[in-house]
């Protein structure tokens, strides 16, 4: 049991440093870009940590259109910099 929640604890370190090196190479990250690039399945609970954590990490509604035409909403997160606002 207790190898078991080292081992999960080590993943979730691990995930969390790959959300922030795809921030910072891409600006920002996506649950859809979570579960493709990086296997994520679980962006919003690595967030929770990250900001446990204190990393600066915000988030945007971002507006696309879906396979079928119609307008989706979903939240797309990034890392503030030092006298950069974010929107």
């Known amino acids: 049991m207790v190898e078991e929640k080292s081992e999960r604890t080590e993943r979730t370190a ?39 954590l204190g990393y600066p990490i915000y988030s945007v509604w971002v507006t696309s259109k879906n396979r079928y035409g119609k307008d989706v909403k979903y939240k797309a997160y990034g890392l503030e910099v030092k006298g950069v606002d974010a929107e």
């Open 14 to 52: 691990s995930q969390c440093q790959q959300i922030i090196e795809f921030i910072e190479q891409n600006g920002l990250i996506t649950s859809a870009a979570a579960m493709q690039d990086l296997g994520i399945y679980r962006l919003a609970s690595r967030i929770h940590d990250l900001k446990r």
